[in-house]
């Protein structure tokens, strides 16, 4: 089953026993506090799963990809995510479709 | 902020919970976002972001002490891509960015 925000408070309450209204309210207050930290400026650091980082970005040249016409795109704050050393060893493991193309040819 | 000061943050804000099921809250979820990315599925969190891979073809890399050649697989990363509340919330912020961008564990 996908990992909806639903699927993950019925696996809080399945595992940690929050009852379904917390569990519900945990996974909300959960992403609320990171959006928080970040809006604050603050970076997040998630040990063993990774860090959402902000960048300040200048103003640089940019292009309306259907007209043409050249806009610039103005300077911005964006989020980015670095996974941490234990989620990309395990997520190297997966064999995906393009993986398993390039094994067969 | 790192992961204890999300813990405490979200104890803080749900008062009737218990500190440790706080604790093992925060835990799970981390624990549900990788285990769904390293079986190659995509998380959608509205307002916040999705989590997909993104595929690394196959490269010949270098050993930087010996300048010897390494044929290197194809592989998959994790990708974290922000939502528009996320976004918005985030460039509209003057706060100054604290936390640096070190690497994350």
Not at chain 2, 20 to 47: A, F, P, Y
């Amino acid at each position: 089953m996908a990992l909806t925000k639903a699927e993950m408070a019925e696996r809080l309450f399945e595992n940690v026993g929050l009852n379904k209204r917390e569990a519900k309210e945990f996974v909300d207050a959960f992403f609320e506090v990171v959006r928080e930290s970040l809006e604050r400026g603050e970076q997040v650091k998630l040990s063993g799963f990774g860090n959402f980082d902000l960048r300040q970005k200048n103003q640089r040249p940019g292009r309306n990809p259907k007209t043409g016409k050249e806009i610039p795109i103005s300077a911005r704050r964006v989020v980015t995510f670095r996974p941490g050393q234990k989620l990309k060893v395990r997520v190297e493991a997966f064999a995906g479709p393009q993986a398993g193309a390039a094994a067969q040819g | 902020m790192t992961k204890s000061e999300l813990i405490e943050a979200l104890a803080r804000r749900q008062t009737h919970l218990a500190f440790h099921d706080v604790e093992l809250s925060v835990k799970e979820l981390l624990e549900q976002v990788s285990q769904e990315l390293s079986r190659g599925e995509r998380i959608e969190i509205r307002g916040f972001g999705s989590f997909s891979l993104h595929y690394r073809p196959p490269r010949i890399g270098r050993n930087p002490k010996t300048g010897e050649s390494v044929a290197l697989p194809g592989k998959y990363v994790p990708h974290f891509k922000p939502g528009k509340e996320l976004r918005e919330r985030v460039n509209a912020s003057t706060q100054p960015i604290t936390g640096g961008d070190d690497d994350p564990d």
